[in-house]
């Protein structure tokens, strides 16, 4: 038990060395982690670099919707007193048409006012666009589809 705590300790340690010494390099060097690797080592470090960031970020993704998912279907289970059981992949499902409208292309300017505000009104303009799509492929949706649409509301289709 001690040596594993002690291993434990040491890598934390090296880590923390490590974050510290990228963080500070970072500060010094006017350039991306991958152009550093490239300028040191060549393309195929920079494509190591880019490649072990997106692989990190794909990681911490699905952890974050995983985690999302388990938690929403525990207060769905608490707020139904244990009656309606909805599926994690069904929750998933649920948080990728939501994250969805933030990858739709832009048809609308940005409002200038802070970033919390200027995602909810990326997602919020480009719900009519995502049930236009699904309206046309999908028959299941075609009902109720003329209510969501709210007036007023300037989208490009």
Known sequence: MLFS????????ALSYYCFVLLVSTRLKV????????NVLYGKWMRNLINFSLV??????????IVFVSENLQAFILAVSKCRTHI??????????????????PEHQPYPKVGSGRRYFHRAW??????????????????CGYQELQQPGLDVVY
């Open 30 to 37: 006017e350039h991306s982690f991958g152009e550093m690797g």
């Open 87 to 104: 599926d994690i992949k069904y929750m998933i499902f649920m948080q990728m048409i939501i994250f969805s409208l933030f990858l739709l």
């Open 125 to 142: 303009t480009r719900l009519p666009l995502l049930l236009r799509h699904l309206h046309n492929c999908c028959p299941a949706w075609r």
């Open 55 to 64: 692989i990190s970020q794909i990681g911490f993704s699905s952890a974050y």
């Open 5 to 12: 705590n002690l291993v434990l300790l040491g890598v934390a």
